[in-house]
């Protein structure tokens, strides 16, 4: 007889707010306030962006310096992590956050609530 092996397998629902964008064609948008990418940070084995400053002004979008975001055609998604993931605790060794999940399953509700909402504004 074979033996069974007791897997464990975690399992996170959280339903979140979703903004979605379809574009058929292309299209120039106005680019962020902020990259944040552009911030110092370090993965612990590498540091990124280590000449930029830790200043809003390094990541901020100069005034009439648009440089013409251009959108391709297609579906957009807009999302923000659930609000228990983004916050830390902090003790005297750091900050330590939540383990944030590395896989989304995005599910479109049929007869969604977004449309009925949509509806009743109108």
């Given at each position: 007889m074979?033996?069974?092996?007791?897997?464990t397998t975690?399992?996170?629902?959280?339903?979140?707010?979703?903004?979605a964008?379809?574009?058929?064609?292309?299209?120039s948008?106005v680019?962020?306030?902020a990259d944040?990418?552009?911030?110092?940070?370090?993965?612990?084995?590498?540091?990124?962006n280590p000449?930029?400053?830790?200043?809003?002004?390094a990541i901020v979008?100069?005034?009439?310096?648009?440089q013409?975001?251009?959108?391709?055609?297609?579906?957009?998604?807009h999302?923000?992590?659930p609000?228990?993931?983004?916050?830390?605790?902090h003790?005297e060794?750091?900050?330590?956050?939540p383990t944030?999940?590395n896989?989304?399953?995005?599910?479109?509700?049929?007869?969604?609530k977004?449309?009925e909402?949509?509806?009743?504004?109108?």
């Amino acid at each position: 007889m074979a033996s069974s092996q007791n897997t464990t397998t975690t399992v996170l629902m959280v339903p979140i707010h979703l903004d979605a964008l379809h574009l058929e064609y292309g299209r120039s948008v106005v680019e962020a306030v902020a990259d944040f990418t552009r911030l110092p940070y370090s993965d612990g084995r590498q540091d990124f962006n280590p000449d930029v400053p830790n200043l809003s002004e390094a990541i901020v979008s100069q005034p009439f310096q648009n440089q013409n975001l251009h959108l391709k055609p297609g579906i957009h998604l807009h999302w923000s992590l659930p609000d228990t993931l983004t916050h830390g605790l902090h003790d005297e060794t750091g900050t330590t956050f939540p383990t944030v999940p590395n896989r989304w399953l995005v599910r479109a509700q049929p007869g969604g609530k977004y449309r009925e909402t949509m509806d009743r504004r109108k």
